[in-house]
């Protein structure tokens, strides 16, 4: 359900107003809307010394939060803090930060610049792996000049074109040696004499061919010199890599429990600072407006009473006020539906006032997940699935929401699997002697069908019918949904005695109540209002997909257990049973869940849905688990 | 009917809606990933675009189904 809310309105001395929102955000129960300026009352702006510190503090919190992630230390314990933290306190933890982050960058370079460090002496050092007996003697050719070159993957067939190109060059004064590196290039090592080292220079130039130069840092011309120096600081780099590490570690420990006790108090101080321009003031006094549900009023009177005493009065604006559209919506539903608000939350919040389709999905999701499941060994799997992920994920999280819908769904799927007969296909029949309750998927299509679309047709009348009570205050749009709801009904009762599944005597009173409802129907919603009936129609045999889902489901089973006997060796029969069975089962995690929610977000809340609800935020203290995006409550679990 | 007719007009139930929707999904998937890509909060609506030209494949299934087990 969507809970009531009631709209407050504080008043009370100007000077107190910082103080009554410092109140506020320690309830965490008032979603603040801004008063409208009327009379002296005009909004509350920050002040140049307030926006100078709110400045600051966004400065500092960018310090903090960059520290925090260089040193990895964004979670653990926070460190005390003033509980109301003067400026010099955001002086000191702005220094902090600033003085920590500039070492967490040096140590952030200094590391990037060993690692480049580490990758260029490994790329010389496979070359000198390559030419060691040869760069060794380099020393001892007196007068020629080496060249290394290192080709790319692929390139290797170049290196014949190279060679003819240096005798049309130089005739015979070279000498071209090659190998392929493990990484998959070619190194190449051209000893030329030092006279016609200068022609070579310029065809290496005209062929874009580059040279891998002999690091500065290693001094000297020769690569065989400079190699055992690079050989012997790549020994040294891990200790200085390691020592980057520990200083981190250091930091961390010393600073990370206080830069986290800074990273909350800037939050609250800037969301404090934020909110201010949301309240209205008067020379003398200040006006604060907002919503709370109205279950949780009594809580912040005596805490806003407990923390300001009688100066500060809090009064409830009348309902005849505001409009229902301007209220934010906190859904609020038992825990056993609770997890559903999630597929709720994927789309639009509903209005406030109207109605909160939670309890309808957490009936209908789990069921037509099942029914196209349909089985009770993919059933088991995923309450395996399922567990393991409850047990893996932390409350409040995406992810145990994901678990506790999984729960309903594998639970509908045995069930479904029990009526169907079906364990992993009909496997359960072949081994257990499993037969169906109902009817078998496999044979029985038909019924699978009717059932499939009886089910829509179901489901659509309890969204028309949800549709009638959300348009209660427009009485004529109301009796229009209603007239167009009786219409759907009296099709389907039509239907059903023309194929003698109802007897055939309420066939005549369907019609004649139809061209009954036709004219009513026009005149109370206009023409669009038939091709809405029509689209209503469509939408029912929409619902055949479930059955669509569930054949293919079972025949992709089916289809796995024959390949046991199917392919010779039974080993390799049961391995590629257990391949399709593996597919079949991803297939069955995805496509039905799409398609319950498409029957759901399409079909079923085309009827009555009215996106468009605000999100409930209270002003309250920041915490990670929201996080700077989200810094406004999620209540629906933690308030009222 | 010939058994083989009956058998090519549930194959072609299924295969031309088939070909209709991967047409259909082409045509969407890019799109929508490139929305996605600049407005992630439009996954919902993701869903819903790839799910919807599948109804086309999924009723042409069901008609073939409908094809093989009819009486007579």
């Not at chain 2, 299924?14 to 890019?30: D, E, F």
Request: aromatic share 6%; proline share 6%; with cysteine.
């Amino acid at each position: 359900m969507i809970l009531p809310m009631s709209k407050l309105r504080i008043l009370g001395p100007r000077q107190r107003l910082d103080e009554v929102f410092r109140a506020l955000q320690d309830l965490n129960l008032l979603h603040l809307s801004a008063p409208e300026s009327a009379g002296p009352l005009e909004s509350s702006r920050l002040d140049a010394r307030q926006e100078r510190h709110r400045d600051q503090l966004r400065r500092a919190l960018a310090d903090v939060e960059a520290v925090l992630a260089a040193l990895q230390a964004g979670r653990g314990t926070v460190g005390k803090a003033p509980p109301a933290p003067t400026a010099s306190d955001f002086a000191r933890w702005a220094r902090l930060a600033g003085r920590v982050r500039r070492e967490t960058d040096h140590l952030t370079t200094r590391e990037a610049e060993l690692d480049d460090e580490r990758a260029l002496i490994l790329k010389y050092q496979h070359f000198f792996s390559a030419f060691r007996a040869l760069l060794e003697s380099e020393s001892r050719w007196t007068n020629a000049t080496a060249y290394h070159v290192l080709l790319k993957r692929g390139d290797a067939g170049t290196i014949p074109a190279l060679r003819a190109s240096l005798t049309a060059a130089i005739g015979d004064e070279f000498e071209l040696h090659s190998q392929t590196l493990p990484s998959g290039e070619t190194a190449v090592l051209a000893i030329v004499s030092a006279r016609a080292a200068g022609r070579v220079e310029q065809l290496l130039a005209q062929a874009r061919v580059e040279e891998i130069p002999v690091p500065e840092a290693f001094g000297g011309k020769s690569l065989a010199d400079a190699i055992p120096r690079m050989l012997e600081r790549l020994g040294d780099i891990p200790g200085e890599l390691d020592d980057i590490r520990a200083r981190r570690a250091v930091l961390a420990r010393s600073h990370g429990a206080e830069l986290r006790a800074a990273r909350l108090a800037i939050h609250d101080r800037l969301r404090a600072l934020e909110a201010l321009p949301l309240s209205g003031v008067t020379p003398r006094a200040f006006v604060i407006e907002g919503w709370v549900p109205t279950r949780a009023l009594p809580a912040l009177e005596a805490g806003l009473a407990e923390a300001c005493g009688d100066e500060v009065v809090v009064t409830e604006v009348a309902r005849q006020e505001w409009q229902s559209e301007e209220a934010p919506v906190v859904l609020s539903n038992p825990r056993l539906l609770r997890p559903f608000e999630a597929l709720i939350r994927l789309f639009p919040l509903p209005r406030y006032g109207s109605i909160d389709p939670t309890p309808f999905m957490a009936v209908f999701f789990p069921a037509f997940f099942g029914l196209m499941v349909g089985d009770i060994g993919y059933g088991v799997l995923l309450a395996v699935g399922g567990l393991i992920l409850h047990r893996l994920s932390r409350p409040g999280t995406v992810w145990r929401d994901a678990a506790e819908i999984i729960g309903p769904c594998a639970l509908a799927s045995i069930l479904a699997g029990i009526l169907f007969g079906e364990l992993f296909g009909d496997l359960g029949a072949h081994w257990l002697g499993l037969r169906p309750i109902l009817f078998s998927r496999e044979e029985a299509i038909v019924p699978f069908l009717l059932l499939a679309v009886a089910l829509g047709a179901v489901h659509i009348l309890l969204g028309l019918v949800l549709g009638v009570v959300s348009a209660r205050a427009q009485p004529r749009h109301a009796f229009g949904r209603g007239v167009a709801t009786a219409m759907v009904l009296l099709v389907i009762l039509a239907l059903l005695a023309a194929v003698n599944v109802l007897p055939r005597r309420f066939f005549s009173p369907a019609v004649i109540g139809l061209l009954i409802a036709f004219p009513l129907l026009i005149a109370l919603e206009g023409l669009v209002a038939m091709i809405e009936l029509l689209a209503t129609l469509g939408n029912i045999l929409s619902y055949a997909r479930i059955m669509a889902l569930g054949v293919a489901s079972v025949m992709l089973a089916v289809v796995a257990n024959r390949m046991v006997g199917a392919l010779g060796s039974v080993i390799v029969g049961v391995l590629f049973a257990l391949l399709f069975h593996l597919v079949n089962f991803g297939i069955v995690l995805f496509s039905p869940t799409i398609h319950a929610l498409r029957l759901h977000y399409v079909e079923f809340f085309g009827k009555f849905y009215s996106p468009g609800g605000v999100r409930y935020q209270p002003l309250g203290h920041w915490t990670r688990a929201r996080g700077p995006a989200r810094s406004t409550a999620q209540p629906e679990r933690r308030t009222a | 009917m010939n058994p083989a007719l009956i058998a090519l007009a549930a194959a072609l139930a299924v295969a031309i809606p088939a070909l209709a929707t991967a047409w259909a999904q082409a045509r969407i998937g890019p799109a929508i990933a490139a929305s996605m890509a600049e407005k992630t909060e439009l996954s919902t609506t993701a869903i819903l675009m790839i799910a919807i030209p599948e109804t086309m494949v999924i009723l042409g299934f069901v008609v073939a189904m409908v094809i093989l087990v009819r009486p007579g």
